[in-house]
Nanobody, 120 residues
């Protein structure tokens, strides 16, 4: 059973940066997706990276601002978030599956989430 743990969330001012981490033993076999969910909204996909790191994708709303990467030796996937906006405020989750999926329900494994708040 793969267990995922997110970290790195917090409070940041607009225009600031945060780096989220998703760690888990055995994570290197899986594609990892990042999702976020704001209060009253559905969970939405943010980014995904293949198990080798050779393929990545991003939601239009974060392209050019967020970068996903992974270090399989450390069993960790990162989400570097720059130029943060108030609308990026949400709980961020990482999820694992054999390949990148479009929808949240398609992922088998989830972390507990980490809160990101962008506010002045």
């Amino acid at each position: 059973q793969l267990q995922l743990v997110e970290s790195g969330g917090g409070l940041v001012q607009p225009g600031g940066s945060l780096r989220l981490s998703c760690a888990g033993s055995g994570l290197d076999y899986y594609a990892i997706g990042w999702f976020r969910q704001a209060p009253g909204k559905e969970r939405e996909g943010v980014s995904c990276i293949s198990n080798t790191g050779g393929s990545t994708n991003y939601a239009d709303s974060v392209k050019g601002r967020f970068t996903i990467s992974r270090d399989n030796a450390k069993n960790t996937v990162y989400l570097q978030m720059n130029s943060l906006k108030p609308e990026d405020t949400a709980v961020y989750y990482c999820a694992a599956d054999w390949r990148c999926r479009t929808w949240a329900y398609e992922y088998d494994y989830w972390g507990q989430g980490t809160q990101v708040t962008v506010s002045s």
